[in-house]
């Protein structure tokens, strides 16, 4: 987060007037509107300590630490007990993004803890819970949504996770010669078969039998192998189950 700009000496010299120990309250909307925020951008109550400056803010907006604001805060006499747990504060900019954000308030989301690169595993410790005027329309509310998927593209650390960001693992490559079996009523077979197309698990691949030459819909189970029949379609039911139901 190259934008975030702690100034811990300005704010020293700003703190001044403020009561030791004064209580105050993170604001529903956190927004700046001058370039440069404050603790009054970000607190109610902040009194004469509301023009301590926290961050410069030289984009649209700014993902601050939860942990370094509350320290500016204490050295400046104000005291926020951040009940809430909160770690990431998202300050927007602008009079329009205040106007957008009020009707949402400050909600809880999941943020990326690192910057990840396209094709990372995204791990439990990768995933942190932050605060923003508003969450995307595809947020997961479940971090197991997104835990064990890989990266499509590179992710910055601070920013909203969304589903589309990322997608299932491959583990099986585009040429690739797999096992497709087929079970049902106690019959088991297997048939050698070239992938069509990468997938990961829970991915439906054209796979071509490799015997007739023709081309099949065959389900993601593992490093070089997929099912198909009933098997398949109870795996798809029960995917599709789990995640309706978050």
Partial sequence: MRSLLILAAAALAFAGPALAGQPVTLKADT????GMVTLGDIFDGAGAAGRVPVAAKPGAGVVLDAAAVQAIARRSGLDWANAEGVRKIVVRGGVATAEASSAHGNVDVLTYARNLAAGEIVQPADLIWGKAAAAPADTPSDP???IGMAAKRA??????????DVGAAQVIKAGEII???YEADGISLALQGKAMAAGGVGETISVQNTASKKLIQALVTGPGQAVVGPAADGMKTLRSTRYAVR
């Fill in 144 to 146: 197991d949504a997104v």
């Fill in 31 to 34: 927004v700046d509107n001058d």
């Fill in 179 to 181: 096992t497709v079996l």
């Fill in 155 to 164: 992710l910055r650390a601070g920013s909203s996770v969304s589903a589309r």
